[in-house]
Protein backbone atom coordinates (compact mmCIF):
# COMPACT_ATOMS: atom_id res chain seq x y z
CA UNK A 1 0.00 0.00 0.00
CA UNK A 2 1.06 3.48 -0.81
CA UNK A 3 2.18 5.40 2.31
CA UNK A 4 2.46 9.16 1.35
CA UNK A 5 5.37 11.17 3.35
CA UNK A 6 4.39 14.81 4.15
CA UNK A 7 7.60 16.86 5.03
CA UNK A 8 7.99 20.78 6.38
CA UNK A 9 8.82 22.70 9.54
CA UNK A 10 6.67 21.71 12.59
CA UNK A 11 6.86 25.74 13.36
CA UNK A 12 5.83 28.61 11.26
CA UNK A 13 5.85 32.31 12.30
CA UNK A 14 2.89 34.22 11.97
CA UNK A 15 3.34 36.42 8.32
CA UNK A 16 5.39 34.56 7.17
CA UNK A 17 4.68 31.44 4.72
CA UNK A 18 4.23 27.64 5.32
CA UNK A 19 5.77 25.09 3.19
CA UNK A 20 5.18 21.74 3.07
CA UNK A 21 6.07 18.89 0.78
CA UNK A 22 4.51 15.27 -0.05
CA UNK A 23 6.49 12.56 -1.21
CA UNK A 24 4.69 10.08 -3.53
CA UNK A 25 6.36 6.27 -3.29
CA UNK A 26 5.96 3.24 -5.84
CA UNK A 27 3.15 5.15 -7.79
CA UNK A 28 3.66 8.21 -10.17
CA UNK A 29 2.09 11.52 -9.79
CA UNK A 30 1.50 12.09 -13.58
CA UNK A 31 -0.83 8.55 -13.51
CA UNK A 32 -4.15 9.38 -15.48
CA UNK A 33 -6.84 10.64 -13.25
CA UNK A 34 -5.12 11.06 -10.10
CA UNK A 35 -5.95 13.97 -7.76
CA UNK A 36 -3.17 14.68 -5.62
CA UNK A 37 -4.77 17.00 -2.27
CA UNK A 38 -4.31 18.88 0.71
CA UNK A 39 -6.21 18.89 3.39
CA UNK A 40 -6.19 20.03 7.39
CA UNK A 41 -7.73 19.46 10.75
CA UNK A 42 -7.61 22.15 13.17
CA UNK A 43 -7.62 21.27 16.82
CA UNK A 44 -10.93 19.80 17.93
CA UNK A 45 -12.16 20.52 13.98
CA UNK A 46 -13.22 18.25 11.43
CA UNK A 47 -10.95 18.26 8.16
CA UNK A 48 -10.86 20.91 5.69
CA UNK A 49 -10.04 20.46 1.98
CA UNK A 50 -7.35 22.98 0.51
CA UNK A 51 -6.67 22.34 -2.72
CA UNK A 52 -5.82 19.95 -5.62
CA UNK A 53 -3.81 19.16 -8.50
CA UNK A 54 -4.68 16.86 -10.82
CA UNK A 55 -2.27 14.87 -13.20
CA UNK A 56 -2.40 17.26 -15.90
CA UNK A 57 -4.54 20.67 -16.43
CA UNK A 58 -5.43 23.39 -13.84
CA UNK A 59 -5.30 23.40 -10.14
CA UNK A 60 -8.54 23.50 -7.58
CA UNK A 61 -8.36 25.53 -4.67
CA UNK A 62 -10.80 25.88 -1.85
CA UNK A 63 -12.39 29.44 -2.16
CA UNK A 64 -11.36 29.81 1.95
CA UNK A 65 -8.27 29.82 0.70
CA UNK A 66 -6.99 30.57 -2.79
CA UNK A 67 -6.28 34.03 -2.36
CA UNK A 68 -2.88 32.87 -0.06
CA UNK A 69 -2.25 28.97 -1.61
CA UNK A 70 -0.15 27.59 -4.07
CA UNK A 71 0.03 23.86 -4.94
CA UNK A 72 2.26 22.54 -7.44
CA UNK A 73 4.01 19.29 -8.26
CA UNK A 74 7.46 18.27 -9.18
CA UNK A 75 7.42 15.79 -11.68
CA UNK A 76 11.21 14.62 -11.44
CA UNK A 77 10.62 13.84 -7.96
CA UNK A 78 7.44 12.47 -7.71
CA UNK A 79 6.15 15.26 -5.46
CA UNK A 80 4.39 17.89 -4.82
CA UNK A 81 4.21 21.30 -2.93
CA UNK A 82 2.04 23.20 -0.13
CA UNK A 83 2.38 27.03 -0.16
CA UNK A 84 0.39 28.97 2.51
CA UNK A 85 1.01 32.63 2.95
CA UNK A 86 0.39 34.79 5.39
CA UNK A 87 -0.48 32.56 8.34
CA UNK A 88 -1.92 33.03 11.71
CA UNK A 89 -2.33 30.93 14.75
CA UNK A 90 -5.44 29.94 13.36
CA UNK A 91 -3.84 27.96 10.48
CA UNK A 92 -2.07 25.54 13.09
CA UNK A 93 -3.37 22.42 12.14
CA UNK A 94 -2.07 18.88 10.97
CA UNK A 95 -1.62 18.94 8.03
CA UNK A 96 -2.21 16.18 5.16
CA UNK A 97 -1.54 15.34 1.61
CA UNK A 98 -3.75 12.44 0.29
CA UNK A 99 -4.39 11.15 -3.69
CA UNK A 100 -7.51 9.45 -5.42
CA UNK A 101 -8.64 9.00 -8.83
CA UNK A 102 -12.01 10.14 -8.26
CA UNK A 103 -12.30 12.70 -5.71
CA UNK A 104 -14.75 15.30 -5.12
CA UNK A 105 -13.19 18.75 -5.36
CA UNK A 106 -14.20 21.51 -2.73
CA UNK A 107 -15.30 18.68 -0.36
CA UNK A 108 -13.85 16.03 1.93
CA UNK A 109 -14.91 12.35 0.93
CA UNK A 110 -12.33 10.25 3.01
CA UNK A 111 -13.91 7.09 1.12
CA UNK A 112 -12.70 8.77 -1.90
CA UNK A 113 -9.05 8.99 -1.41
CA UNK A 114 -6.79 6.12 -1.88
CA UNK A 115 -3.35 7.60 -0.77
CA UNK A 116 -2.80 8.87 2.71
CA UNK A 117 0.03 10.96 4.46
CA UNK A 118 0.56 10.26 8.22
CA UNK A 119 -0.05 13.69 8.41
CA UNK A 120 2.26 16.01 10.11
CA UNK A 121 1.56 19.13 12.60
CA UNK A 122 2.02 22.38 12.05
CA UNK A 123 1.70 25.53 15.00
CA UNK A 124 1.54 28.88 14.13
CA UNK A 125 3.54 31.00 16.58
CA UNK A 126 6.35 33.41 17.67
Wanted: aromatic letters at 12%.
Amino acid sequence: QVQLVESGPGLVKPSQTLSLTCTVPGTSITADYRYWSWLRQPPGKGLEWIGAIPHSGATYYSSSFKTRTSIDKDTSRNQFTLELRSVTPEDTAVYYCAGGSAVTIGVVVKEEYDFWGQGTQVTVSS
